[in-house]
């Protein structure tokens, strides 16, 4: 499993909601067994810590407890697609996408409430654009 750390100020900024320090670590679901596990029977996720699906363009929470803030990326990071909350036994899908990022959306619920969606997919943009450049 790979695990980066982000250390961004946009991204800090985004997720003080989410977390009290400065780093986010994003979990590469590069396998078969991860991709298929995801995050099924986790009862929460970490405030500080996300999944990454590459070569993906659907995502579903069968099984899953919570509901997951999906994104949907293009081949240079750029965000496409931005669902704030997928509930459990759902399905969400973007057939441009080529990765899909997932988080706990219960910690984005106030910062959705103080923020635009546009306002935190910029934000989100800049993250993910750094945590692209941490694996060049």
Known sequence: ?????????????????????????IIMADSFWQRLRGL?????????????????????????????LVVFCNKKGQIIKLIPSVKPWSIAFCFKASGVYEFDARHYEVLLQQKDLFSV??????????YMHTLS
């Not at 961004?8 to 985004?14: F, I, R, S």
């Not at 970490?46 to 929470?61: A, E, L, Q, S, W």
């Not at 997919?121 to 750094?130: G, N, S």
Request: aromatic share 10%; proline share 8%.
């Open 121 to 130: 997919q910029k934000d989100l943009q800049q993250a993910i654009f750094e």
């Open 40 to 68: 099924i029977g986790m009862p929460s996720l970490p405030k500080d810590k996300g999944m990454y699906f590459p070569r993906c363009k659907i995502v579903h929470t069968m099984f899953m407890r919570m509901p997951i």
């Open 1 to 25: 499993m790979t695990r980066i750390a982000l250390t961004d100020p946009l991204w800090e900024q985004l997720l003080i909601v989410l977390y009290k320090f400065n780093r986010m670590t």
